[in-house]
């Protein structure tokens, strides 16, 4: 059939098989992946404001326990949290002191907090063959983009993966945004799982009856008018939202000030996705911010956390209810996630080989040769 595909419309001219049923259900596929994806890339692992100055805090990369040291004068470093002994955990807490050094709880084997070199062997007495240089703690890269921490296990860390430019958030006040409310849930999917529902709206008309009431297009099963049928660059853009709706809340209303540099196209798109793979998607809205991450902790488990960000006067106001606002995006999660699990409950079956993707899913296609080129690279 000939789709009358403008050539900038995003929609594929073909209908592509999708990954192999091992890579969402198979063990050794997921281990495959937090060798080369999670170990490779830069993952996120929250708001650099979740780690106070003067503190040591674990975090997940992959299959990797890393120390977060941020030290009182500001400085940002990172460790497995593994100790170059005997391997022992280093920090057992979600949230430690940070003084001067860092001691292994094992055998007491003392760091310098500022650079990981190793300072002391607890009762241990090395002979003179034992290299203490060789043995200090073992870096982990870090950094931070728009208030959010990422790490980075990586010996030579490429550049942090965004599937639009960097810039994008420029004009969000984002360094100073609070967070004021957070979601955690676990679902019962791979995390690819959720990434290419994430990926793809012809589910929208049928799992998502409010969203789609907010924003009419999805209604339609796409999540942008350049995949429509029959789209050219001469068709005019209609309103992003419902009429009268400027954000995403449940009655449309901002829950604050709307940010003042934000230009009138970003305003008025009422929505503005940047997603960074493997580990993490932003929406930002005319009043508030929402980031979602995603923890994969099996080969069909994946953790959700979800967080909402406001700028401090909005936080102020008397009576604010962060939850309130959360609502609404609450229900379409919860939906993406039931979904989610109903997927891979599906793809479970000996029946399933691959997907077999539609012109509209596009971007889950891309998604795939991301994670095969990232496997391989
Ligand atoms: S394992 Fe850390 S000091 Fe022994
Ligand atoms: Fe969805």
Redesign the pocket.
Known sequence: MDDHRHPLSPRLNHCPLGLPREAYVGADWHAREMETIFARQWVCVGRLEDHAPGTLRRATVGNASVIVAHGSDGTLRAWHNSCPHRGSELCRATEEPLGKLIRCPYHAWSFAAADGRLLATGHAIPTADFDRDAHGLRPVSTRVWNGFLFLNLAPEPGELWADVGLATLDNWPMQSLATGHRWETEIACNWKTFWE??SE?L??PG??PE?CEMVPIYGRGIMGQTEALGWTPDDAQGPALRPGAKTWTMDGAPCGAVFPGLTPAERAAGYNFVTLWPSVYVVAHVDYVRSVRLVPEGAERTRLIAEWHFPAETLAQPGFDAAAVAAFAKI?MQ??GA?SEMNQRGMRSPAFRAARLMPEEYEIRRFHRWVLQQMEG
């Open positions: 529902n994430y709206c589910h929208c799992i998502h969203l379409v939906q993406d979904a």
